[in-house]
């Protein structure tokens, strides 16, 4: 029996040479160690043996099944080896070829210039806040002076989710967060974002778009600030050249409140398509924080003011780069998005 267990290893060797795939080298061990093979029938005939031959017999079985098994993982590993390197051989790479040209991706036009404001009032010592998009009745309406029920609401038609959420209508939320986190301290930050309205889409209007609303709120402040910080702001994305007119309009949140126009960067002020032949353009509202914002916020009027303002960037980016469909923000065309 032993001798013959001695043979069974020299086939093994050879029919594992032989083996050239997994599958093979598994059919070989089931040959050798299944339940039919010649080593199942040896340990069979182990009850006919003294205690003596079965000691043998046992060491030498496990011995062979060591073996077999140490012969089965070298030959697998070879089998493995060979498969990489017939594979590196295939896909060798030539060198010499000229590489492939991999088009490089440019910044979304909204991004641009949402960029260039923030990185102009940061120039200007001002913090870049932000607040939640799913927002809260109270801090989108309530605490900006407009309570449940007020008119001015339906100036902001909304997506509810449920009475007291909804999907803010402007990043003016995240003034308030912020002048409730800053417990009576002065604030001077920008809020961008997205913002969103129940308008019906077309070349002018989203149910969803992008703003930068402003907040400055400290001791003395004036209207004057206001307009000096906006002139800034418009000489600096419209050109040196341009007039700025500010005029009365109404804002819940702020007393007194100014719409911001520019004079007409196509025309110059003569009056064209563009500005509807009045020389003049609207780029965004602004005005005084109203005293009782800054009484829900734990200000005193008395002592404590400031501004606030909100523009649309898709807005200044169409005046900007003479886009006319606010749609094309949105569509994801790389003809439109490859010319910024």
């Known amino acids: 029996m032993l001798e013959k267990l001695l043979s069974l290893k020299n086939q093994v060797v050879n029919d594992l040479k032989k083996a050239n795939t997994i599958n093979e080298v598994n059919e070989t061990k089931a040959a050798y160690l299944g339940k039919k093979s010649p080593l199942q029938e040896l340990m069979s005939k182990m009850r006919d043996l003294s205690v003596e031959e079965r000691k043998e017999l046992g ?4 011995e062979f099944r060591a073996f077999v098994e140490k012969e089965l993982s070298k030959r697998i590993t070879e089998i493995n080896e060979e498969a990489i390197n ?20 440019t910044i979304h036009p909204l991004r641009k210039i949402t960029r260039e404001i923030e990185d102009f009032f940061l120039g200007m010592g ?23 029920g007020h008119p001015a609401r ?23 967060r912020t002048l409730l986190k800053a417990k009576g301290e002065p604030v001077k930050i920008i809020c961008p974002g997205k913002v969103y309205r129940r308008d019906n889409d077309d070349a002018t209007h989203s149910h969803q778009f992008m703003q930068i609303e402003g907040l400055v709120v400290d001791k003395d402040i004036t209207l004057a600030d206001l307009k000096g910080t906006l002139t800034m702001l418009c000489k600096k994305m419209f050109g040196e050249n341009l007039e700025i007119r500010f005029r ?13 126009d520019v004079t007409c960067f196509k025309c110059n002020g003569a009056g064209c398509s563009l500005c509807k032949s009045s020389g003049w353009i609207e780029v965004l509202g602004a005005g005084m924080v109203h005293p009782n914002v800054l009484r829900m916020a734990g200000y005193d009027p008395k002592v404590y003011q400031g ?29 439109f998005l490859r010319q910024f």
């Open 86 to 105: 017939k594979r590196l051989e295939s896909e060798t790479i030539d060198v010499t070829l000229p590489g492939r040209k991999f088009r490089t991706g």
């Open 248 to 260: 009365p309009s109404f804002f819940p949140f702020t007393e007194p409140s100014v719409e911001v």
């Open 59 to 62: 060491k030498a079985a496990n």
């Open 154 to 176: 339906e100036m902001q038609d909304s997506f509810y989710i449920d009475e007291n959420t909804l999907l803010r209508t402007h990043t003016s939320p995240v003034q308030v």
């Open 126 to 148: 001002y913090k870049i806040e932000e607040g939640p998009e799913i927002e809260l009745d109270q801090y989108n309406f309530e605490m900006l002076n407009l309570p449940k």
């Open 307 to 335: 501004f606030a303002f909100g523009l649309g960037i898709e807005r200044f980016s169409m005046l900007m780069n003479s886009i006319d469909d606010i749609r094309h923000f949105y569509t994801n065309d790389p003809r």
